[in-house]
Nanobody, 129 residues
Framework: QVQLVESGGGLVQPGGSLRLSCAAS????????IGWFRQAPGKEREGVSC??????????????YYADSVKGRFTISRDNAKNTVYLQMRSLKPDDTAVYYC????????????????WGQGTQVTVSS
């Protein structure tokens, strides 16, 4: 079965850290760019970070991208051997509270873009004292 499964969410105090995982099954993540998104109650979904594939096809090199709101605090990475992408989150703020989703494309795509078709079920992150 082709799917993405997020994990690692939870309750954390302001200033704390969490690491989210996005594990793929049924397909190989190596050939796909992966994005992280979040949606807070009453707000639209927003892009958080994205990582290009690192398989070298089309000169892709695993470049990373971040929303301004998380730049310097979040780090995206991939472990192709584990078929998993991570989002390390540090210095968390209450505004980071949201359901976090990972997503990718329906066909191999080396570079981050807009047409995400495969989505995980999400993992809740709550930042509160």
């Amino acid at each position: 079965q082709v799917q993405l499964v997020e994990s690692g969410g939870g309750l954390v105090q302001p200033g704390g850290s969490l690491r989210l995982s996005c594990a793929a099954s049924g397909f190989t993540l190596d050939y796909y760019a992966i994005g992280w998104f979040r949606q807070a109650p009453g707000k639209e979904r927003e892009g958080v970070s994205c990582i290009d594939s690192s398989d070298g096809i089309d000169s892709s090199d695993g470049s990373t991208y971040y929303a301004d709101s998380v730049k310097g605090r979040f780090t995206i990475s991939r472990d192709n051997a584990k078929n998993t992408v991570y989002l390390q989150m540090r210095s968390l703020k209450p505004d980071d509270t949201a359901v976090y989703y990972c997503a990718t494309f329906s066909e191999p795509s080396s570079f981050c873009g807009d047409e995400y078709k495969r989505w995980g079920q999400g993992t809740q992150v709550t930042v509160s004292s």
